[in-house]
């Protein structure tokens, strides 16, 4: 029976483990240029025993970031601070892969510099509000995206991409997921065009399709990989059948062939099984639980064959050593929600690990 601790290739990359440490905003890129920091490195490389670490959402250019103090790849500057925080975790023994997060309509323009506004794929507002540096603001109509603006978010992800590379991350993650850029292609709420981006299940998947081909043909397919949410509220989306726009999404992908696609598992398990029956790639999974963090009762979906690597969030945040107290049974640090986002080293890298 496979386990979450056996090794597992990942489009010719060996890991020595099935457990993912998921992408998780922190919002402290507090170097030049939102740079991260030596914090940062020390933070990563803390959990390099993961099988593979998939980073904090990275903007892919200025008008992506949706949250204060959230890290970009855009910079050389910003590229030069993330090879610290690689070098750091290859030296701890570790694989990690950079999350490229646009958040399109998530965002608020006292965010972003020189004038700009949130862009996303129809004029659409989300209900609710973001948090800023002068407090809660409501979410912003913003820019439909023209077929200009789409064909340069697509190369501000391909540089991005490129300069994860030169930065000595492993892969790129696409964020597909929880409401934000990609996402709002997705939803038939958030995308209301007729035109060749939207209307039905396989336009409203193009933009996904194009946007990780291009990247797979700058980076390779095997350090290419697509975060999806199927059905997630997130952002004030709404999918009430996702079915058959993730369908037409595989479909478009099997020409591209990324290393692998990770899901935020929706509610209902029987798409995840037919999700992983139609992609021929690694599939990670974020189960779906109810009232608590994932944890060590899901470690089942690898024995059982639902997924082929199984993804922790908020108790690898606590747990440096996560897979070290897997194998163990336990005991585990409990998450300080109050520290998740902003702060300094408390609740960051002061999680303490097990003792020998």
Known sequence: MTTAFDPIDLAGARLPNRIVMAPMTRSRAYGPGLAPTDATAEYYAQRAS????????????????????????HSQAQVAAWRTVTDAVHGAGGRIFAQLMHTGRIGHPSLLPDGLSPVGASA??????VYTAD???????????????????????????????????????VHGANGYLVHQFLAPNSNVRTDAWG???????????E????????????RTGL??????PLGDLREPEPDATYFALLQGLERVGPAYLHVVEPADRALTAELRKRFSGVLILNARTEGR????????????GTAD?????????????????LRRGGPYNTPDRSTYYGGDERGYTDYPALED
Do not use: C, W
């Open 50 to 73: 993961a099988g593979l670490i998939v980073s904090e959402g990275i903007q892919p250019s200025p008008v992506g970031q949706g949250y204060p103090d959230t890290p970009g790849l």
């Open 124 to 129: 659409v507002a989300a209900k609710g509000q």
């Open 135 to 173: 407090g809660p603001k409501d979410f912003v109509v913003p820019v439909e995206l023209d077929e200009a603006g789409i064909e340069a978010t697509v190369a501000d992800h391909v540089a991005a991409a490129r300069n994860a590379i030169s930065a000595g991350f492993d892969g790129v993650e």
């Open 199 to 209: 209307g039905d299940p396989r336009r409203r998947a193009r933009f996904a399709v």
């Open 211 to 222: 946007l990780v081909g291009a990247v797979a043909d700058a980076i390779g397919p095997h």
């Open 227 to 232: 975060r999806v949410s199927p059905g997630n």
């Open 293 to 304: 963090h994932t944890g060590p009762q899901e470690l089942a979906v690898i024995e059982d």
């Open 309 to 325: 690597m199984l993804s922790f969030g908020a108790l690898f945040l606590a747990n440096p050593d996560l897979p070290r107290r």
